[in-house]
């Protein structure tokens, strides 16, 4: 069975803070993965995907996630968030496109 | 420039009614999905298309049908809508055969049944 755990709902850090949000997947075999992110009211945005390759992909506004084969995980991270980082971001698996339930990213001032 | 237009975007509904959201896409993708999306959610999946004249039952596909006529359009139908229904809908369209290495979103269509 596919499927995409994101074990945080919600989380929040301070701006200039480090960020680490959560995603581990489920799939026979070598998994498509993506992590798209949702502002208020608008619609899905691409921040990164992995096919193969170098576990470590780079994306757009500084985020990069570290893919993980024998932890089933893809991890997003950012060195230091600013404060229009608030949003929620969705971890995305293809085969079919499944989602996971997404986890809600509050930037404190 | 890759695109998928979900129209209307707003749509207010009376129970029992009928509701046809429509998906069209230029991105010459084999495959089409509509997800809805709750509160506290991610989005769930619908129904699915690998092509035209094929439809597929997603995990929550009661309630709905599809219709995919053609390459480029793909159509949710609410036979008898239902308030349970409201929710904000996404069309997306993907590249893959088993598995999609481009995916591109709709703007979503929010959805009030009264």
């Known amino acids: 069975a596919q499927s995409v755990t994101q074990p945080d709902a919600r989380v929040t850090v301070s701006e200039g803070a480090s960020l680490q949000l959560r995603c581990k997947y489920s799939y026979s075999g070598t998994p498509y993965l993506f992590w798209y992110v949702q502002y208020p009211r608008q619609g899905l945005q691409l921040l990164l995907k992995y096919y193969s390759g170098d576990p470590v992909v780079q994306g757009v506004n500084g985020f990069e996630a570290e893919f993980s084969k024998s932890n089933s995980s893809f991890h997003l991270r950012k060195a230091s968030v600013h404060w229009s980082d608030s949003a929620v971001y969705f971890c995305?698996?293809?085969?079919?496109?499944?989602f996971g339930d997404g986890t809600q990213l509050v930037v404190k001032p | 420039e890759a695109a998928v237009t979900q129209s209307p975007r707003n749509k207010v509904a009376v129970t029992g009614g009928k509701v046809t959201l429509s998906c069209n896409q230029t991105n010459n993708h084999n495959n089409m999905y509509w997800y809805r999306q709750d509160t506290g959610h991610g989005l769930r999946l619908i129904h699915y298309s690998y092509g035209a004249g094929s439809t597929e039952k997603g995990d929550i596909p009661d309630g709905y049908k599809a219709s995919r006529p053609s390459q480029e359009n793909f159509s949710l139908i609410l036979e008898l809508a239902t308030p349970s229904q409201t929710s904000v809908y996404f069309c997306?369209?993907?590249?893959?055969?088993?598995?999609?290495?481009?995916?591109?979103f709709g703007k979503g269509t929010r959805l009030t049944v009264v």
């Open positions: 997306a369209s993907g590249d893959g055969g088993g598995r999609n290495t481009e995916v591109f």
């Open positions: 995305v698996l293809s085969g079919e496109i499944f």
